[in-house]
């Protein structure tokens, strides 16, 4: 479905004002909202809603919002064309060597080498493409302790688009359990384990946290992966601890630099011991053990 922009013209002050009751208003539908600077010696914000369904009311919401904080501003519209940008946006991405792994879309498939453990992604709505630091330090981790600890048994929290449990499934042959919060991450990530042939030993599930049964069925797990963020991976420490198995690994990203004394302390309160921090980018990849 094509989409209209509606759009005008403030300044600063204005424009961030704006924007806020906007952002307040427009919650529930999730429509997305944008700033941009145009000219900062004149001090011009184009403040953007982007809209589909009924533009002609949505643009009257806005006019009513405008009138509420006294300020009259010419709403413009720009009809933006059909085109799916997540996959016209991969297309621009070049392939990123981690490891043995070789992560890419469907245009490079030509550029796989016999050696490469290929993952082919398609990131769709969810995240991960193996572009940003912390998947790539996941990846070149995971090369390094599966070959070091030989895992039975793994699993892959907060997924996104299963880069992670493809990996790890490719590469010990072992059964992963692929979890997010998302279920449309899940649903990507079921389509990507499908055409990467790993679909038999990657089973995903919308799960938050720990509280599913599946854990309770799965566990203990002798590999755990989580790129997430520091807060709630310093939170989930104690669950992290009760599902895997003595002597079993955690490797946890999502990280930055500064973080990264925090998340160790969490951990090692919890019976871990730190093992290797590795850097990408200003981000951190930790491998500990129980």
């Not at 566990?219 to 989930?236: E, G, K, S, T, Y």
């Amino acid at each position: 479905m094509a989409q209209t922009r509606l759009h005008f013209t403030a300044g600063k002050i204005e424009a961030d004002r704006i924007f806020a009751a906007l952002d307040a208003a427009f919650e529930d539908e999730g429509l997305p909202l944008a700033v941009l600077e145009v000219d900062e010696d004149s001090d011009i914000h184009e403040v953007s809603l982007y809209a589909d369904g009924d533009v002609d009311a949505i643009e009257a919401r806005i006019r009513d919002i405008l009138a509420g904080l006294a300020l009259s501003k010419p709403v413009e519209r720009e009809t933006l064309p059909d085109i799916d940008w997540v996959a016209r946006s991969l297309e621009g991405l070049r392939p990123v060597r981690a490891g043995r792994f070789f992560v890419h879309g469907s245009h490079d498939r030509a550029k796989r080498h016999s050696g490469d453990l290929a993952i082919e992604i398609e990131a769709g709505l969810a995240f991960g493409t193996g572009h940003h630091g912390t998947t790539a330090g996941c990846l070149e981790m995971l090369d390094q302790v599966v070959r070091r600890e030989h895992p039975r048994n793994a699993l892959d929290l907060g997924t996104g688009s299963a880069v992670l449990a493809i990996a790890l499934a490719k590469l010990a042959h072992i059964p992963v359990l692929a979890t997010d919060i998302d279920p449309v991450a899940v649903c990507v990530a079921a389509a990507n384990a499908r055409l990467n042939h790993v679909k038999a030993l990657v089973e995903t599930v919308t799960a938050p946290g720990f509280h599913h049964p599946i854990f309770a069925r799965r566990a203990p797990f002798d590999l755990i992966v989580a790129n997430i963020l520091a807060r709630p991976l310093m939170r989930l420490a104690p669950q992290m601890a009760k599902h895997i198995r003595l002597g079993g690994s955690l490797v946890l990203s999502g990280i930055l630099e500064r973080q990264r004394d925090a998340v160790i302390s969490a951990y090692v309160g919890q019976s871990f011991r730190h093992v290797r921090t590795l850097h990408r980018e200003g981000w951190v990849t930790i491998h500990l053990k129980r």
